[in-house]
């Protein structure tokens, strides 16, 4: 290999050849200071890269320590080389990086603050991301870049960094949530009365209780819009051993769907590793852990006994309201779940279905 090729992620100041030499000949800082003339802050300052390396000071090295006063220049050189380069890599990184975040719909819902300058921008992403660098969050987010096509076709596939802003979104939502310490056993018994809320058509009445209700449990449940490249409807995780996140994306704007992706998210809470993350998109997976996650919210939204009827139900309008009232459910998720087993067409019945919208303060 041609060491002209030899690019690495890294730029090594001259100050840490330096002090390598005085450590090999057991000599100190101030032995260098003293040598130099200049202050210690001057000082620390050269060997920190922050002062170039004149002829002058080169022509005192090379007194001091003994490599020639050339060595030094060009160890000077390549540093200032090596971090331009480096510089320009990391401001072309951050740039593609704003580009695959949806900040427009950022600021549209007030999560970000918008800005014309491009550092500025870098500066309130990073900020909102709580990490340093966009390799910083490059390791933070490694999950969600891993998932992002996440069980859908690649026509509508979910694009990372919307995902990113999604969730993150949650997490800052849920660490302003007053909440009880996980209780799992709690939780499933909460789990009857929030299936009554489903017979409730005003978001703005069973979206607070469900938060409540939840909270006393360990659960922050937030519900927030999925911005523009974000196709999930539902996420769930432990942010930390005694408080989980559930967040719903309201993505199809129906009660079908919210109800259904809500109890699945309740399963994975429930039956599955706290250490993962799980995330719905536009088709469900069929992993047995999505299975199972499927089957729970079936069985939490459709009362045991009834669960033989719903499968022989007929395709009558009068009789889905009836069954949605013997099990306490909104008809709409009667007739989800009709069409989910293939007892109903997918065009049939969505009249029975609530519909919904967000408002410009949400």
């Known amino acids: 290999m041609d060491s002209n090729d030899f690019a690495p992620d890294w730029a090594s100041a001259p100050g840490e050849t330096i002090i390598d030499i005085l450590e090999e000949r057991g000599l100190s800082i101030g032995y260098l200071v003293e040598g130099l003339g200049q202050s210690p802050n001057r000082v620390q300052e050269l060997l920190a890269g922050k002062i170039r390396i004149t002829n002058?000071?080169?022509e005192?090295?090379?007194d001091i320590l003994g490599p020639s006063a050339h060595f030094w220049i060009a160890r000077d050189s390549q540093y200032q080389s090596d971090s331009a380069r480096l510089e320009k890599g990391t401001r072309r990184d951050e740039e593609e990086w704003l580009n695959a975040l949806p900040l427009r719909d950022a600021a549209k819902f007030g999560w970000l603050q918008d800005s014309k300058h491009l550092s500025e921008k870098i500066a309130?992403?990073?900020?909102f991301f709580d990490v340093s660098s966009v390799r910083e969050w490059r390791v933070k987010y490694e999950h969600v870049l891993a998932d992002a096509a996440y069980r859908t076709s690649p026509s509508f596939a979910s694009k990372p960094g919307s995902v990113a802003v999604w969730l993150r979104r949650g997490e800052i939502e849920a660490s302003a949530m007053v909440?009880?310490?996980?209780n799992p056993d709690r939780f499933k018994e909460i789990l009857e009365s929030i299936r009554r809320l489903t017979r409730q058509r005003d978001p703005q009445v069973f979206i607070p209780e469900i938060k409540k209700q939840c909270a006393q449990c360990g659960v922050a449940v937030a519900v927030i819009r999925a911005p523009t490249g974000c196709r999930a409807s539902g996420a769930t995780r432990f942010l930390s051993p005694n408080k989980a996140l559930l967040l719903l994306s309201f993505r199809f704007l129906s009660d079908d769907h919210f109800w259904f992706t809500f109890f699945h998210e309740a399963g994975h809470l429930l039956l599955h590793s706290h250490e993962k993350l799980f995330l719905e998109g536009v088709e469900r997976s069929q992993s047995q852990e999505e299975l199972e996650a499927n089957d729970f919210a079936q069985r939490a939204l459709v009362p045991s006994?009834?669960?033989?009827?719903l499968g022989t139900l007929r395709a009558d309008k009068r009789e889905i309201v009836k069954f949605a009232i013997r099990a306490r459910i909104s008809p709409g998720i009667v007739v989800g779940q009709l069409q989910h087993i293939r007892r109903l067409r997918r065009d049939q019945f969505n009249s029975l279905k609530r519909r919904f919208r967000?408002?410009?303060?949400?």
Do not use: F, M, Y
């Open 56 to 58: 002058g000071i080169a």
């Open 60 to 62: 005192q090295l090379e």
């Open 179 to 182: 909440l009880n310490e996980w």
């Open 305 to 309: 006994e009834l669960l033989s009827t």
């Open 124 to 127: 309130i992403c990073l900020r």
């Open 358 to 362: 967000w408002t410009h303060s949400e």
